[in-house]
C-alpha cells in the first residue's frame, strides 16, 4: 500500500520538503484468517521517523500512527494482509493551526477513483501495489467563517461505543460549491472535550472549525452535514449571525442518515 502526497496552489512551494501526518485505520474482512501484527515496515517515511501500529483484541482491525510524509516522495507500508481495507487520514500540517480552509484534502484512489481516502491492500490487476494519493490545494483567500456542531446525548444506554467509532469516521460538513473545505470530525480546530463523540461516557461534544483562508464569493454558500451512521440522530434548528454557523444539537431519533442544509455568507 503506498501513500502519495501533494500540494498545490499558489503557495505550494513553501511546504516543499515538509512534513504532512496522516494515521491509517486497517481493517481486515471478516471471513480473513489472518490477524493483524503491532508492526509494519514503512519505506519513504521523512527521515528519522518510523510507524506504530496499535491492533485491536481479536487483531482484526487496527490504526497505524507516525506515517510522516513528504510532498512528491511516496510512503510505502509493506506486509499488510491481502484483502485489508485501509483509510489514511491527515492529522497535521506544517505550521498546523487546525484551520481546515490553509489546506483543502483530497483523497483519490488509483484504482477504483474512489475519493475516500481508502483502498484494499492486495495487488491490482496488473500486479502493481495501491496508492492513494492525497492532494492540499493551499488557499490565498481571506475569507472567514466559524463553524460549530455540537453533539447530545452521546451517554445514552442505547448508543454504543461502535456508534461513536462509526460516526466519529461518517460525519462530515460539505458546502455546495466547494468554497468550504469538507469539514470532519478530524479536521476540527477544537474539540472539547478531548477525545470528541469517542470520549469515554462523554455526553455533550462540540466540535468547532475555525477558518481564516476561505475564497470569499458574492453568493451564499450552502453548507449540508450528513453521515450520521448511527442507528438513528435527529437534528435541532441551527443558527447563522455574522458569518458564524452553529449546527446541532443533535440527539438520538428515527432516521438512519440525517442532512441538515445552511446558508451563509462568507465574510
Avoid: C, H
Avoid at 502526497?5 to 512534513?19: M, P
Avoid at 514503512?42 to 510507524?51: F, K, M, N, P, Q
Wanted: charged residues 20%.
Amino acid at each position: 500500500m503506498k501513500l502519495k502526497k501533494l500540494v498545490e496552489g499558489t503557495d505550494a512551494s513553501e511546504y516543499a520538503g515538509q512534513k504532512f501526518t496522516f494515521s491509517a485505520t486497517v481493517t481486515l474482512p471478516e471471513d480473513s484468517t489472518s490477524t493483524l501484527r503491532d508492526s509494519y515496515p514503512a519505506e519513504g517515511l521523512a527521515e528519522g521517523y518510523s510507524v506504530q501500529m496499535v491492533v485491536s483484541q481479536d487483531g482484526k482491525s487496527g490504526t497505524i500512527t507516525g506515517i510522516q510524509a513528504i510532498p512528491k516522495k511516496e510512503v510505502t507500508i509493506k506486509g499488510l494482509p491481502k484483502g485489508a481495507t485501509v483509510i489514511f487520514t491527515e492529522t497535521g500540517t506544517p505550521g498546523d493551526k487546525r484551520d481546515p480552509s490553509v489546506f483543502s484534502t483530497t483523497y483519490l484512489n488509483n484504482v477504483t477513483k474512489a475519493r475516500d481516502g481508502s483502498a484494499e491492500a492486495k495487488p491490482a490487476s496488473d500486479g502493481s501495489v495501491q496508492t492513494v494519493t492525497v492532494t492540499n490545494r493551499v488557499s490565498s483567500g481571506n475569507g472567514k467563517l466559524t463553524v460549530t456542531k455540537t453533539f447530545t446525548n452521546l451517554d445514552s444506554e442505547n448508543i454504543s461505543d461502535q456508534d461513536r467509532y462509526n460516526l466519529a469516521r461518517s460525519f462530515q460538513i460539505v458546502s455546495s460549491d466547494g468554497t468550504v473545505p469538507t469539514l470532519t470530525l478530524d479536521n476540527a480546530s477544537q474539540v472539547e472535550p478531548e477525545g470528541g463523540v469517542s470520549a469515554d461516557n462523554a455526553s455533550t461534544v462540540t466540535y468547532t472549525w475555525t477558518m481564516e483562508k476561505l475564497t470569499a464569493g458574492e453568493d451564499p454558500v450552502t453548507l449540508t452535514e450528513r453521515g450520521y451512521a448511527v442507528s438513528g440522530v435527529t437534528v435541532t434548528a441551527e443558527t447563522a449571525v455574522s458569518g458564524n454557523v452553529t449546527f446541532g444539537p443533535s440527539a438520538r431519533g428515527s432516521s438512519l442518515i440525517s442532512e441538515r442544509v445552511i446558508v451563509v455568507r462568507l465574510s
